[in-house]
């Protein structure tokens, strides 16, 4: 089969309501051109704008392992390196998840990252979100409205802020790693520059600038935490 009937074909079994292809070449010759362009504009912008290198680089690492784990080395060494899936990128962090916690970590307070030693590079079933046809009539007929009411496509299509991210987990309950100390409490809300969280009647407001990261807690760790806590003030 040539080209040209591969093109016909497309043209032919797609709704009248979907696009045309997008590319002269076949499909597998648009994917790598897409991924060569999409990977040159990357080292030109950085090669003018030395700052954006660092948080564009990470950007695009994390697209590429979506899904998949990997591991983040902290810029304060005294953090353990964080090993866990990559469940959403944003503008200025990224956020993974293990059995137990999500963890937000900026892009400024990464030192490196990269994919645990033994894991195949190659994506997994899981890796890729599957849209039914009726879905993918709505994404093209009603975008704003279809994608606003659903998170996972949210982060699908848009790039979220860490503040952004952190205020729709309002009422959460999250350890901020801030310099050399811990703070612990339920976000109440994101500000342009603070995080605002409270532990009953003490509270904490956190410049972004400042985070190292952010962990949720379950409940039975956070029961611990303040059992330690009592009992290390009435010892």
């Known amino acids: 089969m040539t080209h040209k009937d591969e093109q016909t074909i497309i043209k032919k079994t797609l709704p009248k309501t979907f696009s045309s292809p997008t590319s002269a070449v076949s499909s597998e010759e648009t994917r790598i051109l897409t991924e060569y362009m999409n990977q040159a504009s990357l080292f030109n912008i950085s090669k003018h704008d030395e700052s954006r290198r660092k948080p564009l680089v990470l950007k695009m690492f994390f697209k590429m392992k979506r899904n998949q784990q990997v591991v983040v ?48 590079t190659y994506s997994n079933s899981h890796q890729h979100f ?60 994101a500000k342009k520059d603070l995080l605002h969280i409270r532990s009953f009647s003490d509270h904490h407001y956190i410049k972004f600038t400042e985070i190292h990261y952010v962990s949720t807690i379950r409940m039975f760790q956070l029961a611990r935490k303040f059992t330690d806590m009592f009992r290390r003030m009435y010892k």
Request: glycine share 4%; aromatic share 10%.
């Open 73 to 120: 080395i902290l810029k304060n060494e005294e953090d353990v390196p964080i090993e866990a899936k990559v469940t959403a990128i944003g503008r200025d962090f990224v956020m993974l998840t293990n059995l137990q916690n999500r963890i937000w970590i900026p892009y400024t307070a990464i030192d490196s990252a990269n994919i645990p030693y033994g894991t195949p």
């Open 130 to 189: 599957l849209y039914d046809n009726d879905l993918k009539n709505k994404l093209v007929t009603q975008f704003g409205k279809t994608v606003a009411r659903k998170d996972t496509l949210i982060q699908q299509f848009f790039e979220e802020t860490l503040r952004t991210n952190l205020h729709s987990w309002s009422g959460t309950w999250v350890k901020v790693r801030v310099n050399d100390t811990y703070h612990i409490g339920k976000i109440l809300e």
